[in-house]
């Protein structure tokens, strides 16, 4: 701490040493683990990154614009458009998107099933424009069963490749590049929650066990509130 390392740097070094600790005296090693009498700096609240709807508008048509310029094939392009807009209709989870099969995503009663944490099952709804992109990229890559989302080997897209996609995306959108899948996610329950949507419900739509987990979009959009109105009252500063 002395030296500047972040508190999440430390925690994360320290929860290796403790590791490493345990696994000596499980051993017989040492007589005892002492750090684990070390106590920790807390955890820093970070408030999550996302994305404007301007930015996500350029995003999503990325995959397009390259296609235009020849830089990718047609079906690649339509399932990028489709990842980038399954990700931001649901606020799935990274794995969940990967996860999911054809089957999973019924466009009738728009929605797809989803298997989250603890082999916990969820319905998300799904908008009207994913559900279009979804269908455009399965015409084009003749995607009919097994995995929605697929490699050029046809195989299942990996979590990888999913985090590769992005980055190229956001490179020919000229948008940051440490963006990751998950502020998709962030800016999903960020925007449905400054358009009026309780609480409990993007709980719900986010496969969150805890409320508490919610809770922290409630402080982007307490801050993005505070900037609006210092900017906008004439008297909110003296």
Known sequence: MKAGMARASVRLRFAAM???????????TISKNVLLEVSLPKA????????????????ISAPAAALKSKQAPTWMAA?????????????MRLSELVGLDVRDV?????????LGKGGRERVCPVGGPALEAIQRYRQAARVNAGPLFINKSRLRLSARAVHSLLKLRLAQAGL?????????????????LDNGADLRSVQTLLGHASLSTTQIYTHVTIER??????AAHPRAEV
């Open 18 to 28: 403790r590791a490493f600790y345990a696994f000596l005296h499980m051993r017989r």
């Open 44 to 59: 820093e609240k970070q408030l999550p990154r996302f994305l404007t709807t301007g930015q996500l508008d350029v995003l």
């Open 79 to 91: 399932r990028d458009t489709a990842v980038i807009e399954l990700f931001y209709s649901t606020g």
């Open 106 to 114: 019924d466009p009738i009663s728009e929605t797809a099933r989803v």
């Open 176 to 192: 940051p590049a440490d963006l990751s899948p998950h502020k998709l996610r962030h800016s999903f329950a960020t925007h449905l």
């Open 225 to 230: 509130l505070k900037t609006a109105y210092l």
